[in-house]
T-cell receptor, first 116, second 115 residues
Framework: GAVVSQHPSRVICKSGTSVKIECRSL??????MFWYRQFPKQSLMLMAT?????????EQGVEKDKFLINHASLTLSTLTVTSAHPEDSSFYIC????????????FGSGTQLSVL | QKEVEQNSGPLSVPEGAIASLNCTYS??????FFWYRQYSGKSPELIMF????GDKEDGRFTAQLNKASQYVSLLIRDSQPSDSATYLC???????????????FGSGTRLQVQP
């Protein structure tokens, strides 16, 4: 199957710093990528939909100025958590589809963010 | 009402037994349903999807869909300790929400297969 690479897999940072997470589709072009967040023992919650060459669409309650998404190419989307705080500690997962089919939805390996 | 609901579990079954995982959804217009498995600290992986009422089998896994009752289930035959994970049910966005294509996930059911 298609591969979505996500880095870093784990990051620990101090409160107030910014963290960038990269999501790459390695063997296909992804016009749309999705960013999810998952707190312990909870489900994946969609944060935003990232479209190549345009602004991301954020879900209600997700601060666009805090979670900056850049989808500059068909194979790369980045999520930057700005001025991270302990409550931002979570598991962040990106996903991408080939075309518009949910059958061909592939997930990155996730990034565990811990903010001290 | 949540779009997708699952019992959080844990569901504990002995090795070799059948594990039955259930999911209900709110949008009667939903056409496709997905089951994912997620190991602790890992991202979800697709097990199978189903579109039509009835059963769909893939190896030890069987998805069952009942659109009239708005539930979809996943059966795991001959459960193995390696099947111990959280199983997530997912559906596409409500039919009226044409602007969003991301899947909506249930909270997942944690399965424990006892050796």
């Amino acid at each position: 199957g298609a591969v979505v690479s996500q880095h870093p897999s784990r990051v620990i940072c101090k409160s107030g710093t910014s963290v960038k997470i990269e999501c790459r589709s390695l063997d296909f072009q992804a016009t749309t990528m999705f960013w999810y967040r998952q707190f312990p023992k909870q489900s994946l919650m969609l944060m935003a939909t990232s479209n190549e060459g345009s602004k991301a669409t954020y879900e209600q309650g997700v601060e666009k100025d805090k979670f900056l998404i850049n989808h500059a190419s068909l194979t790369l989307s980045t999520l930057t958590v700005t001025s991270a705080h302990p409550e931002d500690s979570s598991f962040y997962i990106c996903s991408a589809t080939i075309g518009s089919s949910n059958e061909k939805l592939f997930f990155g390996s996730g990034t565990q963010l811990s903010v001290l | 009402q949540k779009e997708v609901e699952q019992n959080s579990g844990p569901l504990s079954v002995p090795e070799g037994a059948i594990a039955s995982l259930n999911c209900t959804y709110s949008d009667r217009g939903s056409q496709s349903f997905f089951w994912y498995r997620q190991y602790s600290g890992k991202s979800p992986e697709l097990i199978m999807f189903i579109y039509s009422n009835g059963d769909k089998e893939d190896g030890r896994f069987t998805a069952q869909l009942n659109k009239a009752s708005q539930y979809v289930s996943l059966l795991i035959r001959d459960s193995q300790p390696s099947d111990s994970a959280t199983y997530l049910c997912a559906v596409p966005p409500p039919t009226m929400d044409t602007g969003r294509r991301a899947l909506t996930f249930g909270s997942g059911t944690r399965l424990q297969v006892q050796p």
